[in-house]
């Protein structure tokens, strides 16, 4: 649990609507009421926000993901308009789930760098510090000109595969990407390693094209930072099995879901699908299979250490 002797007086939480639970949550580790707001649409279906308490002065941490659809964002940044026009000394934008982070590049002809969009979108609307999970590529922490606390959801799923007590495990990596990522994982939980040569011949879409190292007889855990459609751990659930896997197992910081992913989940071979709660899933479970772990206690103890001027790496040494 969070480090709960901070500056009260100093300290406020605010929180959209896109995650309200896991603000709850992370209100709760630290003893900490969440800051009361108006949050409503006109009739053309403009957002309004309004912060109902005085903030002049305080170190303010606005939570909020920025998850599909897009009033998330602008909801975001209203309320870092909302804080900085009302006095805030310090705004830090906890952004469990950073929207955008995977159009970071200029791959082909006339195409926007959203990522890096939204990054100055954050800066202008006034935040001092970013607060996030697990951004898909980490040079988006080079796209911000403020200080970003990038987090990780590996300490919460290592802890829940290590309670499994798996045996000749092999940590999966879906693609040539993902190996560095696979292989701490695979340090941490004492497995070995196996990369998947994957192609992508178009979005959202990916072939399985050969699978490098020992998988037979073993069982398999594919890591990875996003479960969109669930294209890439489907495929690869499934060409692990072809060559002999005993049980594939599966987890994922952020859960999307999006479009085919509960088909395709529900007809695949995964024995267990375990994602956090940076995203908010109903609460009927979308998939028998899933098993959905918390991070509000270390979004808590990381926002601990910042309003404390305590080290945030230290949580993941």
């Given at each position: ?55 002049r002065g305080r170190d303010v941490y606005i939570i909020q993901p920025t998850n599909p659809p897009a009033e998330n964002l602008m909801e975001l940044l209203l309320l870092m308009d909302a804080a900085r026009r009302a006095s805030a000394a310090r705004i830090t934008a906890v952004i469990p789930y950073f929207g955008y982070a995977r159009q970071d590049r200029k791959d082909q002809p006339r195409v926007a760098i959203s990522a890096k969009l939204v990054a100055n979108l954050v800066s202008t609307a006034g935040a001092d510090r970013v607060l996030a999970m ?184």
């Amino acid at each position: 649990m969070a480090d709960v002797s901070l500056r009260r007086s100093q300290l406020m939480l605010l929180a959209g609507t896109a995650n309200r639970p896991l603000a709850e949550e992370i209100a709760a580790h630290l003893k900490q009421p969440l800051c009361e707001l108006t949050i409503r649409r006109f009739s053309d279906g403009e957002l309004f926000v309004k912060i109902d308490e005085n903030l002049r002065g305080r170190d303010v941490y606005i939570i909020q993901p920025t998850n599909p659809p897009a009033e998330n964002l602008m909801e975001l940044l209203l309320l870092m308009d909302a804080a900085r026009r009302a006095s805030a000394a310090r705004i830090t934008a906890v952004i469990p789930y950073f929207g955008y982070a995977r159009q970071d590049r200029k791959d082909q002809p006339r195409v926007a760098i959203s990522a890096k969009l939204v990054a100055n979108l954050v800066s202008t609307a006034g935040a001092d510090r970013v607060l996030a999970m697990d951004f898909h590529s980490h040079q988006l922490q080079g796209f911000f000109d403020i200080p970003v606390d990038h987090l990780y959801g590996a300490p919460v799923l290592t802890a829940h595969y290590r309670q499994k007590m798996l045996k000749d495990l092999v940590v999966v990596a879906p693609d040539v990407g993902s190996a560095k990522m696979a292989r701490g994982f695979a340090k941490r939980l004492n497995g070995s390693l196996a990369i998947i040569d994957k192609r992508r011949p178009s979005a959202n879409i990916a072939e399985v094209v050969n699978v490098v190292g020992e998988v037979e007889g073993r069982d398999c855990l594919i890591p990875d930072d996003l479960i969109d459609t669930a294209g890439t751990v489907s495929e690869a659930a499934a060409a692990l099995k072809r060559l002999g896997a005993r049980n594939v197992y599966c987890c994922a910081s952020h859960a999307l879901l999006s479009g085919p992913a509960i088909d395709r989940l529900s007809a695949s071979p995964i024995e267990e699908l375990a994602v956090t709660n940076t995203i908010h899933l109903p609460n009927r479970k979308p998939f028998d299979r899933l098993v959905v772990l918390s991070v509000g206690s270390l979004l808590a103890t990381a926002i601990a250490n910042t309003h404390s001027d305590k080290s945030v790496s230290s949580l993941f040494d």
